[in-house]
Structures are given as structure tokens and as C-alpha cells.
């Protein structure tokens, strides 16, 4: 069966102490993987795209990689405004399967 | 930058009632989505538009119609609202060239039905 799964559902974080977020998927066919951030009572905000195996993608503290079965969101030196849910999402050759995502909370 | 506007960010409405919430985005992409999002269920599929006056069923279209009469605007109808279909409702949009190509999400509506 299709489908994208995350882990852990939810991480506590202190300020500056860095960890990964885990998307693992069965999708066949993988055309793109997509990372989102979601704060609460809002919608999904784009944060990268991977295509490939080996692929990594950087933003301020957050890196994006991605392997043939999963794709890790790496957090540095986390700061509380990253606090959010953070969503992926993986398109194959006509559909979106989107994972539940990741609940992370980091604290000050 | 992409911008997706939704015409609602909350609503209430009765059941029975027929309820309309609207979509725009400005960046003239041809796919257009609505999804809804409920905890532990994570975002769901109802319908999309690869084009003007196009529409395809997603995973849950039971309950739901949409319109689409312009290329930035793409409507969701629900015909005679349930209590089983308040959520937070998602449009999203993107190119269609290449296949893989990002969506951009509204801020969403959420959708209380009594």
C-alpha cells in the first residue's frame, strides 16, 4: 500500500538542541518530496522539494535529505519560533500522499 | 511571491444548510486542490482541477461538488452540510508542467457545522 508515515508524532525540544524529523514511505515511483511547515490554525507553508536520492536542501536551521525509502528533516540549534507542525509529502506519477506529520515544540 | 487567498477563515453553518467556500490564487497555475484536514486523519483529497471547467475526484468526494468557471478561482460546495464534515478545509494550487510540481496552500477555513 502507498503511503507516507512520519516519526516521531510529536518532539519536545530544548532551544538549541538539535535532532530529525523522519518521513519514511512505500510510494512507488517517486516524482518529488515535499516538506511543509504548518503553525497552528493555518495552512501548509512550502519549505522544500527533493527529487532524488542524495538530494539535500538547506534553509536556515533546517536541512532537508532524502534517501530511496525516506527523507529526514535535520534541525540545528532549534529556536522556539520553529515550533510547528511539520508535514511531507510525496508525489508519484498522478498523486500526493501526505504524511500526519511531525508536532514539535521547542522550548526556551 | 505565490499567493492563495480563501474567501473564509472560519465559518458556522446549520446542518442542511448549502455551504460555498472559495478559492484564488494569482500565480496562473492550472491545478487547483481541496483538501481537508482532520487530527490523526492528516490532509485528504476531495477534488481537483487540472483546468478550466475540469474537475477529478480525490479520495473522499462523497458530499462535495466543485466549481470552476476561471482559471484562479476553484469552489467547493457542500451541498447539505453534516456535522461529519466540519474540518479545516485547504485549497492549494500549482503548475502543471513536469508533474512534480510544488502546491501552495491558502490559510485555510475552518468549517463548524451544528
Known amino acids: 500500500e502507498d503511503q507516507v508515515t512520519q516519526s516521531p508524532e510529536a518532539l519536545r525540544l530544548q532551544e538549541g538542541e538539535s535532532s530529525s524529523l523522519n518521513c519514511s514511505y512505500t510510494v512507488s515511483g517517486l516524482r518529488g518530496l515535499f516538506w511543509y511547515r504548518q503553525d497552528p490554525g493555518k495552512g501548509p507553508e512550502f519549505l522544500f522539494t527533493l527529487y532524488s536520492a542524495g538530494e539535500e536542501k538547506e534553509k536556515e536551521r533546517l536541512k532537508a535529505t532524502l534517501t530511496k525509502k525516506e527523507s529526514f528533516l535535520h534541525i540545528t540549534a532549534p529556536k522556539p519560533e520553529d515550533s510547528a507542525t511539520y508535514l511531507c509529502a510525496v508525489y508519484n506519477f498522478n498523486k500526493f500522499y501526505f504524511g500526519s506529520g511531525t508536532k514539535l515544540n521547542v522550548k526556551p | 511571491d505565490v499567493k492563495v487567498t480563501q474567501s473564509s477563515r472560519y465559518l458556522v453553518k446549520r446542518t442542511g444548510e448549502k455551504v460555498f467556500l472559495e478559492c484564488v490564487q494569482d500565480?496562473?497555475?492550472?491545478?487547483m486542490f481541496w483538501y481537508r484536514q482532520d487530527p490523526g486523519l492528516g490532509l485528504r483529497l476531495i477534488y481537483f482541477?487540472?483546468?478550466?471547467?475540469?474537475?477529478e475526484k480525490g479520495d473522499i468526494p462523497e458530499g462535495y461538488s466543485v466549481s470552476r468557471e476561471k482559471k484562479e478561482r476553484f469552489s467547493l460546495i457542500l451541498e447539505s452540510a453534516s456535522t461529519n464534515q466540519t474540518s479545516m478545509y485547504l485549497c492549494?494550487?500549482?503548475?502543471?508542467?513536469?508533474?512534480?510540481?510544488?502546491?501552495?496552500f491558502g490559510p485555510g477555513t475552518r468549517l463548524l457545522v451544528l
Open positions: 482541477s487540472y483546468d478550466v471547467k475540469m474537475k
Open positions: 500565480m496562473d497555475h492550472e491545478n
Open positions: 492549494a494550487s500549482s503548475f502543471a508542467s513536469r508533474g512534480a510540481e510544488t502546491q501552495y
